[in-house]
C-alpha cells in the first residue's frame, strides 16, 4: 500500500524567511504532485514533476523530485503572507497516474 | 475556459437519506475521478473513469457508493442511506487522460449528514 508522508504537519514561519516542506513516500513512484488549497477552496495545481532529478520553479516555490530517495521537496523562498495556505504532495502508483494518493499536507502561515 | 463545476457546492441531508453529487468535467477530458477530504481520513480517492473502460472502483468505502458517468462526459456520485461518517468534502477532477495528465479539481461539494 502506497504512504505519503508529508512534514512539517503546520509551519508558522515569518515573511522573508526560507523553509522546506518535505513528501516521503513509500513505494517506487515517478510522479508526484503538489497542490496548494486555500480554506474553503479547492485544490490548485502547483507542479507536477514527472522524473527523478525534476526540478521545477515558480516565483518563490521550487519543487524537486528524487525517486531513489523517495523524497520530494518544496521550498519557500522569502516568504510573503499569500503563501499561506495548505500545501499536500500527491503521488500515483508506479505504472498508473490514476488515483493519487495525498499527504496529510500542510498548513503554512506566513506571519508579517 | 470552464473548469470543473460540481453542484451542489453545499448539500445538507437527514441521516439514511440518499444524495446525488454531480460534476461537469473539462470538456475534452477523458479522465474523471472522485476525492473525498475529511479532517479524519484527509483526501481519499474514491474512483475513476477513463474513457468507456470500466471504472475504477477501488477507494469506494461501502457499496452505498455509486457513480455513474453518462456519455463520458458528466459523472454522478450517489451515496444511499447516508450516515453521519459520510460527512466530508467531495472533490471531482478531470484531466486529458489517464497516464502523467494533471488532474483539474472542482471546488468540491459540502455534504453534511445530520
Known amino acids: 500500500e502506497l504512504k505519503v508522508e508529508q512534514n512539517p504537519l503546520f509551519l508558522s514561519m515569518q515573511e522573508g524567511k526560507n523553509y522546506t516542506i518535505y513528501c516521503n513516500y513509500s513505494?517506487?513512484?515517478?510522479?508526484l504532485y503538489w497542490y496548494r488549497q486555500d480554506p474553503g477552496k479547492s485544490l490548485e495545481s502547483l507542479f507536477v514533476l514527472l522524473s527523478n532529478g525534476a526540478v521545477k520553479q515558480e516565483g518563490r516555490l521550487m519543487a524537486s523530485l528524487d525517486t531513489k530517495a523517495r523524497l520530494s521537496t518544496l521550498h519557500i523562498t522569502a516568504a510573503v503572507h499569500d503563501l499561506s495556505a495548505t500545501y499536500f504532495c500527491?503521488?500515483?502508483?508506479?505504472?498508473?497516474?490514476?488515483?493519487?494518493?495525498f499527504g496529510s499536507g500542510t498548513q503554512l502561515t506566513v506571519l508579517p | 475556459g470552464a473548469g470543473v463545476s460540481q453542484s451542489p457546492s453545499n448539500k445538507v441531508t437527514e441521516k439514511g437519506k440518499d444524495v446525488e453529487l454531480r460534476c461537469d468535467p473539462i470538456s475534452g477530458h477523458t479522465a474523471l475521478y472522485w476525492y473525498r477530504q475529511s479532517l479524519g481520513q484527509g483526501l481519499e480517492f474514491l474512483i475513476y473513469?477513463?474513457?468507456?473502460?470500466?471504472?475504477?472502483k477501488s477507494g469506494l468505502p461501502s457499496d452505498r457508493f455509486s457513480a455513474e458517468r453518462t456519455g463520458g462526459s458528466v459523472s454522478t456520485l450517489t451515496i444511499q442511506r447516508t450516515q453521519q461518517e459520510d460527512s466530508a468534502v467531495y472533490l471531482c477532477?478531470?484531466?486529458?487522460?489517464?497516464?502523467?495528465?494533471?488532474?483539474?479539481f472542482g471546488p468540491g461539494t459540502r455534504l453534511t449528514v445530520t
Open positions: 473513469f477513463q474513457g468507456n473502460s470500466a471504472p475504477d
Open positions: 513505494t517506487t513512484s515517478d510522479r
Open positions: 500527491a503521488v500515483a502508483p508506479p505504472g498508473s497516474a490514476r488515483q493519487l494518493t
Open positions: 477532477a478531470s484531466s486529458l487522460g489517464g497516464g502523467t495528465y494533471e488532474q483539474y
